[in-house]
């Protein structure tokens, strides 16, 4: 009996060493915990591990989303078995916008990650910008617009110019009174190099601490002398047997490889049919990004003395209006047939 009781307290004890030796051999306990002395820019961020007796260290992951996106530098939380408290400072924050965040900590055994907490930065959020379209170009000035939204204080702006993204100069710029809707801004400038291209930008801003930049746009300055086209066109059908009798008149408007599409795509198109002398239809459209354009004609009836005659033939006239870039250019004429 003796014996056997002496069995049994050996068998406990290694089974007991056994769940011990387990225990000890996991991955770090983690709470994420709230986030104190929150400010416009910082936050503190606080949360508690335990390491489970192996050696833990951890990090505060933060960012606009659950990707978070921002992490702290890794800390080192001991080696114990009880439960200790961290912290770190996130700074560099947007005021007035919910941040995510998460503690995760790790040792030998494995990576453990708390559950994902938010907080709100002190102030109003940033401006919200959007770089609008260039206006009233020339040869040597320009309009820039742009749109901002104050969200709730008073905004400064100016615009970002120069002959790339990295821009060079900027304009003195002006405010706009607190408010929650959108605000047109505009800004003239003077003085530029003719047939230049130039990239700027509308920028927004809250005091030092909150600066929010629109998109990068481009802009030419008109250039002092035009460039001819070629305009290229096409009418379809060039017989229309039955009325009503609808046409369709294609092509496209190129400018010299000096000149982006960008901005030589633009502008008019007249597309004229004429009986004789005498014009009997005018469509005009405007001349797409890619440089093409289409237009669409339909006569109810033949033209001219009408049911009288089988048949009429018209004269295709189209015609290219010019822009800053480009000099106006008329297309080789066509003839259709109707009836």
Aim: hydrophobic share 35%; glycine share 10%; charged share 10%.
């Amino acid at each position: 009996m003796y014996r056997r009781v002496q069995v049994f307290a050996l068998t406990a004890a290694i089974t007991f060493a056994g769940a011990a030796a387990a225990i000890a051999a996991s991955s770090p306990s983690v709470i994420t915990g709230p986030a104190h002395h929150i400010h416009q820019t910082s936050a503190t961020l606080t949360g508690t591990v335990n390491p489970n007796g192996s050696s833990s260290s951890y990090v505060f992951e933060w960012g606009l989303t659950t990707g978070y996106g921002a992490t702290s530098a890794p800390k080192s939380a001991g080696s114990g078995s009880k439960a200790v408290l961290v912290s770190t400072t996130a700074s560099g924050l947007i005021p007035g916008t919910v941040y995510h965040y998460a503690i995760v900590a790790t040792n030998r055994y494995g990576t453990s990650v708390g559950a994902d907490r938010t907080f709100k930065t002190a102030g109003p959020p940033p401006a919200s910008v959007a770089t609008g379209t260039a206006t009233n170009v020339t040869t040597t000035g320009v309009t820039l617009t742009g749109i901002i939204n104050p969200n709730g204080a008073v905004t400064g702006y100016r615009f970002e110019y120069g002959l790339s993204s990295a821009y060079t100069t900027y304009t003195i710029g002006g405010s706009v009174p607190a408010g929650a809707s959108p605000v047109v801004v505009t800004e003239a400038l003077a003085g530029l190099s003719p047939g230049t291209i130039f990239h700027y930008r509308l920028v927004a801003f809250h005091g030092s601490t909150a600066v929010s930049y629109g998109a990068d746009q481009e802009f030419m300055t008109h250039p002092v002398k035009r460039a001819k086209p070629g305009v290229t066109t096409t009418t379809q059908p060039r017989h229309a047997h039955r009325k009503p009798f609808i046409f369709t008149t294609s092509g496209a408007v190129t400018g010299p490889k000096s000149i982006p599409a960008l901005f030589d795509c633009s502008g008019f198109v007249s597309v004229r049919f004429y009986l004789g002398k005498r014009s009997v239809a005018l469509t005009v459209v405007p001349v797409q990004p890619n440089c093409s354009y289409s237009a669409q004609t339909t006569f109810t009836r033949l033209p001219g003395r009408g049911a009288r005659h089988r048949k009429v033939t018209l004269n295709v006239v189209v015609t290219f209006r010019g822009n800053g870039y480009l000099l106006p250019r008329r297309a080789r004429q066509r003839m259709v047939v109707l009836g």
